[in-house]
């Protein structure tokens, strides 16, 4: 299975989980799922057991957009 076909997969497989984080958050669902496949290739890279690996990567992207919402809210407060 080539990558762009894993990763169609991936996304399929955890479209209710993206779409959750992405209303979650405010944030484009293209986004979240862009950061959803780094993240789970970055942690696949050392997976011993894999069964978490969804639930592992929707934390990991979820505190990444949270980070990066406070940190715009935060450069809109001081340029006002």
């Known amino acids: 299975m080539t990558n ?3 990763d169609s997969q991936l996304l399929i ?3 209710w989980s993206i779409e959750l984080l992405a209303r979650d958050t405010h ?3 293209a986004k979240v799922q862009q950061i959803f496949l ?4 970055r942690l696949a ?3 011993h057991i894999t069964a978490f690996l ?5 934390n990991c992207v979820r505190g990444i957009l949270d ?5 715009d809210r935060g450069v809109a407060d001081h340029s006002a």
């Open 4 to 6: 762009d076909a894993a």
């Open 13 to 15: 497989q955890e479209k």
């Open 27 to 29: 944030t484009e669902i």
């Open 38 to 41: 780094i993240e789970y290739r």
């Open 45 to 47: 890279m050392n997976a």
């Open 54 to 58: 969804p639930l592992l990567t929707c």
């Open 67 to 71: 980070a990066q919402h406070l940190h």
